[in-house]
Every structure is written in structure tokens, then in C-alpha cells.
């Protein structure tokens, strides 16, 4: 069995919340110390079940709130070579870091965390998936496209975290100046909806049970248009989706089989 909860999501900071019964791990922390432990409290966690910190690229929206929470409960810190020299060097003296490969699978506490590399503007960008149990929770956010590599990886989840960042329409004629503009729809920037679904629609299947939209731009997207494509997407299948916000978590979602 593996629960997942987002406690965050969009630009001014990422978390996401992982474990099984004995054993949690954070994904990206850009949240400060207080928003993590109330959140996990509101999401009926504590952080003192809380064994370890993956993260998936340096941008501050990921690793801001890193430092703080590591050394306050003594976390060992995942990520790649590339992550830990790009730091920024807020995120101070870390307790402990474990440092693989884009493609190392860690086993911890009964989990499978699972790292493989995605196109994002930052220098050695990773995504996961995590499986415990016999269930599959597959993440895919900030990255510019879902490479095959990224499809055959994310393949068979039950859950999928997915990036839905923007509508194109939105971004051409909002405020953004031009280059952030690029930024953004490049190749190594975020997926738009239309981006998201296309992956949905590549992925789905009989036992994805649960999409949550993750990074939904405040300026140039609509939360209902994001939930309206994906829902299209997944037709086929009576998978449930649900939206990420920036200033509340999700409910706690549960995959595989509650023990009696
Ligand atoms: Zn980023
Ligand atoms: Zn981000």
C-alpha cells in the first residue's frame, strides 16, 4: 500500500508527500518548516515519520525549504551530482546527502524509489517513481516534454503526478515578457495542457486510478480548462482527477489495498 499526498504545488513551492504504512519520504521541499508540518498535520501525517528527501532538480520552488526541514528531523537528502553543485546556497549545510545517478533505483523502507532523467532547464533534472506494494504512483512535472524514456518509466502507474503548467492562448497574450515566454514552452521548459494530455492519452489504462494536475500557472492557465482537457484525455477510463493548488495540500490518496 502507498498513500500520497501534494502538500504544494506551483512556482513559490513544491512538496510531495510519500509512504507506506512505517515510512514516509518527501519529493522536492519548497515549502518552509511551519507549511510542511501543518500541512502533513492537516493530511494526518506527522514528521516524525518522515525518513528521507528526494529532489528533483535545484530550482528554488523545489529545494527553498530543504535545508531547514534536513537539518531540523536529520534527513538523509537525495539527488544528482549535477543537483548538488547547483544549489543554491540558501538551502545551507545539509546533515546528510546521498548523491546517485539519473536512472539508480534507491530502495528504502519497503519503497522503490525509482530516478530517471527529464528535459528541464536546470543542470541534472530527475523525476521519479515510486512504487510499494504492488502499486505505482508515477511523477512527471517540470520538464519540457515526456520523452519515450519518460513514457516507458511513467508506463503501468496507478497514480500520475502530471505537470499541466499552461495554455498556450493564456501565455501568448499574458504579461510574461517574451523570453520567459520561450522559457517556458521550450523544449527544457513546462508541459502546457495540451502537453499533459497527450501523455494522459499515452498512459492510460484500466488501472490508473488517480491523475492530480501538479504546477498549474496562477497567470496563464485556468484550473478548469487544465481539468476539462484532462478529463477528456482519460475518457476511456474512470480514473479520478484532481488539481494541486500553491496554498493547500490535496486530499491523502491511497493506492493498493488497505490492511484489515
Ligand atoms: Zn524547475
Ligand atoms: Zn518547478
Redo the contacts with the bound molecule.
Keep these: 500500500m502507498l498513500r500520497f499526498c501534494l502538500l504544494g504545488s506551483g512556482?513559490s513551492g513544491?512538496a510531495l508527500w510519500a509512504a507506506t504504512p512505517d515510512y514516509a519520504i518527501l519529493i522536492d521541499n519548497?515549502l518552509s518548516f511551519r507549511q510542511v508540518k501543518l500541512r502533513a498535520a492537516a493530511a494526518g501525517e506527522s514528521l516524525d515519520a518522515l525518513r528521507a528527501v528526494f529532489i528533483t532538480h535545484e530550482?528554488g520552488?523545489?529545494v527553498n525549504g530543504v535545508g531547514t526541514l534536513a537539518r531540523s528531523l536529520n534527513l538523509p537528502v537525495y539527488m544528482t551530482a549535477g543537483t548538488l553543485e547547483n544549489l543554491p546556497r540558501t538551502v545551507g549545510k545539509l546533515p546528510r546527502v546521498e548523491v546517485f545517478e539519473a536512472g539508480e533505483v534507491i530502495e528504502a523502507g519497503g519503497m522503490r524509489v525509482a530516478s530517471f532523467s527529464v528535459a528541464h532547464d536546470a543542470a541534472d533534472p530527475v523525476s521519479y517513481t515510486v512504487e510499494a506494494g504492488g502499486v505505482k504512483l508515477g511523477i512527471a512535472?517540470?520538464l519540457g516534454h515526456a520523452s519515450s524514456v519518460v513514457r516507458t518509466k511513467l508506463r503501468g502507474s496507478n497514480a500520475l503526478i502530471v505537470e499541466s503548467n499552461h495554455c498556450p492562448e493564456m501565455l501568448r497574450h499574458g504579461k510574461y515578457p517574451p523570453a520567459i515566454q520561450q522559457r517556458i514552452r521550450g523544449w527544457h521548459g513546462?508541459m502546457s495542457n495540451q502537453d499533459a494530455c497527450s501523455l494522459l492519452a499515452k498512459l492510460a489504462h484500466a488501472q490508473l486510478d488517480i491523475v492530480v494536475l501538479v504546477?498549474i500557472s496562477e497567470s496563464n492557465n485556468c484550473p478548469d480548462l487544465a481539468y476539462a482537457m484532462a478529463r477528456q484525455a482519460v475518457r476511456h477510463v474512470s480514473t479520478e482527477i484532481h488539481l494541486a493548488t500553491q496554498d493547500a495540500p490535496t486530499p491523502m490518496f491511497n493506492l493498493g489495498r488497505i490492511p484489515a
Excluded: E
Design positions: 512556482s513544491n519548497g530550482h520552488d523545489h512535472a517540470d513546462h504546477h
